[in-house]
C-alpha cells in the first residue's frame, strides 16, 4: 500500500513538473511574440508625404531571408501594430514553416524599429491605393501601415510643414525646456488605449465645455463626435472655437462630423486629422506626459469643406449637385461624386440623373485614372444589380481609355462591355469582344465569350477555336468544355473534337504541358518483361515549386526512353480539382477506382 501511495505521489509530482515546464514554455513563446519593438540608437527624423488624405512613409522591411522597400501609411491612432500585406510578408518570410511568428525590421534612413509579428491588414485596400496612386508612391506598392501598438513605445515628433516625424526613445523630449507663447503650447495628455489625448474646450449655452481630443494620423479631417455636434445643434461641425490652452483650432480646420468609438473619462471631443498637424508642429514626451504645439503656418479656413459638410449631413442630392457645381474640383471632391450616385439609387433616381451623377464620378478623378475607376465603378453597380448602369458606366469609362496610366483597362472594359451585351445585342458584343481580345490575347473569358458570339452568328469553326483557347484558362476551363461538348456534336465527323486536336491545339500553352529532351535508348539493355505504367495527373494540381513538372518531365522521359516494347504507359488526366481538356471517361472512373 505505502508503495503504491508512493508511485502515485511520483505520477503526480512527474505531471506537475511536466505542465510547468508547457505553461513556462508557453509563457516564454508569448512573451517573445508580444514583446515590444526595439528601436536602434537614438531614433531620428523619416520623410512622409500627405497622399490622397493618408500619411504615408517609404522604408525598407527585412525578414530572414529578404529585404525589401516598401510604402507604409503611418497611423498614430492605428488599433494596431504592424500590419502587412500577405504577398510581402510571404517573401521576407513573416511566419516560420511551423507558422509562428518571424520578427521584422523596419529600416529608415538613420534608424530601425525591429517588430516581433506582424499583423493581417485591409489588404484590398493596401491594392486599391498602390492601383490608384502609382505615380505618387512611385515603384513600390504600399504594402502595410505602421499602428500605435509599435509607436505607443516612442515619443513621436510630428513636423508636417517640413515633411518629416521624428520617431526617439521615450524621455529623449522629457529635459527640454519649452516655454509658451502665443503660438506655441504646452498641454499635459493622457494616454488610454493606446491613444493619446490632449484636453480641449468648447463653448456652450451652458458655459464651457472640458473634453479629450485625441491625436491621430490615419485620416486627414478633423473628426468631431456627432454626438457632441448634435448635442450643440451644430450637426456640420461647425460648433465655434476648439481651444487647446490658448490655442484655438477652429479657423484652421472645418471639423468633419463623425461617429468617434473611443472612450475617454473626461468625454470624448474627437480626433485630430492630418489637416490639423499640417498646421502645427508636435510634440509628444510620454515621459513627462506633455505635449507641444507649436503653429507654424497662419490660418487659412477651408470653405468648401465645411459646405460639404453641411450638405452631407442634410443627405440631400440637390445640395450635394450643388456642392460639386461650385468646387467639384476641390480635395472632397471625389466623396461628393460617389455619395451623390448612392443618393440617388437610394431615392430611386430617374436614368438620366443616374447617369449625371456616374459623368461627376468621371470627372473628379484624375484624367489618367477615369477609365481605371469607371471600370470598378461599373463592377460595383452590376454587383448591385444595376445592369444598366453599369454598361454606361463602362462605355463612359471607353472615352478616356487612351489617356489611362493602365493600357489594359481599355480591354477590360471592353471586354467586360462585351460579356454584358451578349444576350441583347451580339454584334456590338462582338465589337467589343474583338477589341478586348486584340489587346488581351491570352484572357479566358474574352476568348469564351468570343467563342459564344461566334457560335450565335453560326460560324462555328470559329467559335470552336476560341473555346479551345479559353479551355487552357482556369478561370473559364469548365465552361469551355461545356460548350465544345455542346459544339462538337453540330460538327462535321472529320471536324470532331478529339484528344489529338486538343493535344495539337493546346501544346506549349498549358503550364507543365511540354515534352522534355528525348533520352536515347540503350538497346543493350533489355527486360524480359513488359511492364504497365499509369501516370496520374491534372493541369491544376500542384505548381513548380511543387514539383509537378517533374512529375510530368520523368513520364516524359521514362516514355522517350523505353518506347512501347519494354512498357505500356498510359495517362489519367483526372477530373481533380476541376474538369481540364484532356479528362476522358477512363480517367474519371479511375478517379472513382483511386
Known sequence: MDKSLSHMVGNVAAIASLMLLLCNSVAAQDKDINRPPVLSGEGGAIPVRVIDDRLVVSCDISGTKLRIPVNLWLDFDGPYGLQLHNKAAANLPAETQEGKPSPLTLHFPDFT??????????????EEFTKYHSKEIGEDALVGAIGAQVLKHFDVVFDLPRGQVSILPIGRLADQVISQSENQV???????????????????????????????????????????????????????????????????????PAKVVQVHADGVAGI????????????????????????????????????WFQAMVQEDSQLVMAWLKKHGQTRLGREAAEFLLTLLLDEGAKEGQLAQAIQWVNDTMP?????????????????????RLGVAAGELGLKSARADRYPESAYQLHGRLGELLLATD???????????AFGLPEDGMINLNLGRCYEASGKKN?????????????????????????????????????IETIDRMISGRVRNYSAPTAYEPDPKTRSNRTSLVEFFTSAY????????????????????HF????????????????????VTPLAMHMQKWL
Request: charged share 25%.
Open 113 to 126: 524599429i525591429e517588430v516581433a509579428r506582424r499583423e493581417l491588414g485591409p489588404e484590398e485596400a493596401f
Open 186 to 256: 504646452v498641454t499635459p495628455i493622457t494616454l488610454k488605449n493606446d491613444l493619446v489625448w490632449i484636453p480641449v474646450n468648447l463653448k456652450s449655452g451652458k458655459g464651457t465645455l472640458r473634453r479629450a481630443m485625441a491625436i491621430g494620423s490615419s485620416q486627414y479631417d478633423t473628426l468631431l463626435d456627432r454626438r457632441l455636434c448634435d448635442s450643440l445643434q451644430r450637426p456640420a461641425g461647425n460648433v465655434g472655437a476648439v481651444r487647446c490652452e490658448s490655442i484655438d483650432f477652429s479657423p484652421y480646420v472645418a471639423f468633419r
Open 272 to 307: 485630430m486629422g492630418i489637416n490639423l498637424l499640417e498646421n502645427f508642429r508636435v510634440h509628444i514626451d510620454r515621459r513627462s506626459l506633455l505635449a507641444t504645439l507649436q503653429s507654424t503656418r497662419s490660418a487659412s479656413f477651408p470653405d468648401e469643406d465645411l459646405a
Open 367 to 387: 484624367k489618367d485614372l477615369r477609365a481605371t475607376r469607371l471600370f470598378d465603378l461599373m463592377e460595383e453597380l452590376i454587383n448591385e444589380g444595376e445592369e
Open 426 to 436: 451580339n454584334r456590338e458584343a462582338w465589337r467589343h469582344l474583338l477589341s478586348a
Open 462 to 498: 470559329r467559335a470552336f477555336s476560341r473555346y479551345v483557347q479559353a479551355l487552357v484558362k482556369e478561370e473559364s476551363s469548365e465552361l469551355a468544355m461545356a460548350a465544345l461538348a455542346r459544339l462538337d456534336a453540330e460538327l462535321p465527323a472529320d471536324q470532331r473534337m478529339t
Open 541 to 560: 494540381v500542384g505548381d513548380e515549386r511543387a514539383g509537378a513538372i517533374g512529375g510530368a518531365l520523368g513520364n516524359q522521359g521514362a516514355l522517350s
Open 563 to 582: 518506347g512501347d516494347a519494354d512498357c505500356i504507359f498510359l495517362s489519367y488526366h483526372l477530373p481533380t480539382p476541376r474538369v481540364e481538356p484532356l
